[in-house]
């Protein structure tokens, strides 16, 4: 009848399909090869996604449809590499959002650049982080890095205007603007790395100099007006000009700097925050707007002033002037 039994305790033989039975009990016949009077095997694909038994490859390779060592793909499962000719690996897992929120203006470095510098100092400390003075073994190059905590921006709604400033600085290529370095994240922390002025910032030179002669006050008008210029062709507003952003290099010029504030506005636009510093604030902006790219030229024109007089003006602002004039 069925598999017969060779004594009492044994395993009783499997039973294959008959279709198999057939095949196998034709030796010289290669498969996939009809046989004499056995009824052909038409198998229908196996559908993806589900669990495919042993048998069923055993099945599939007499049949000549599916090589035993090809593995049937299953969506969601990431398949160990055989050779050049597998198919790429499956995308990791997405991003923490705390990652992704300051990409691409920040991307992920790995820890081996932060491992390549070597803090040299501290410079200043900001209301948005605090610079660093740093050396950069890889390119044994002194260098300022701006750290900023991550929490710190989120927790004072400023994500927009602190990628914003990366995404400035990085378009922006001018002799008398302090350029971008690199920019990148880490877990807690956002960084921003420019070079290294060693001669301090205009501000400290006022303060030592007191009024400076008016030769030098002319060279650096000139030299702010050209930046001042540039980035209003570029439809982008400082909204903090004033001496402490304004560094001096080794050969005495200018370079205009901290972009924080800053924003993309196009001819004809209108702007309402009010941010800036006091003393050099337009009375348009202190008064919530609107105002556009004039409110550089006022700073402008406070900051002159007072390299010219040896005085910063502090007062006035009870009833202040809309003319326009400092």
Known sequence: MGATSSGPGSTPAPVRP????????????????????????????????????SWVRALLSRAGSVPVSVPVPVPGLALAPRGPAEEPPLPGWPLP???????????????????QLKILGFVAKGSFGTILKVLDCGREKVCAVKVVPK????????LKQCKEEVSIQRQ?????????????QGQRHLFIMCTYCSTGDLHALWRTAGCLAEATVRLFAAEL???????????????????????????????????GLSRYLQWGERAHTICGTLQY??????????????????????LLFALASGKVRTTGWGDRDTSGRP
């Open 18 to 53: 008959p279709q198999v039975r057939a095949a196998a009990s034709a030796p010289g016949i290669p498969p996939g090869i009809p046989r004499p009077g056995v009824p052909s095997l038409t198998l229908s694909p196996v559908p993806q996604g589900r669990a495919v038994g």
């Open 97 to 115: 959002q705390l990652v992704s929120l300051f990409l691409p203006e920040f991307p992920v470095r790995p820890s081996a650049r932060q491992q």
């Open 151 to 158: 929490v710190e921006v989120l927790r004072r709604d400023t």
């Open 172 to 184: 922006v290529r001018h002799p008398f603007v302090h350029g971008l370095g690199d920019s990148w």
């Open 225 to 259: 007006v050209l930046v001042l210029v540039y980035l209003h062709d570029l439809g982008i507003m400082h909204r903090d000009v004033k001496m402490e952003n304004i560094l001096l290099d080794e050969r005495g010029h200018l370079k205009l700097t901290d972009f």
């Open 281 to 302: 604030m337009a009375p348009e902006v202190l008064s919530g707007g609107p105002y556009s790219h004039a409110a550089d030229w006022w700073s402008l024109g406070v």
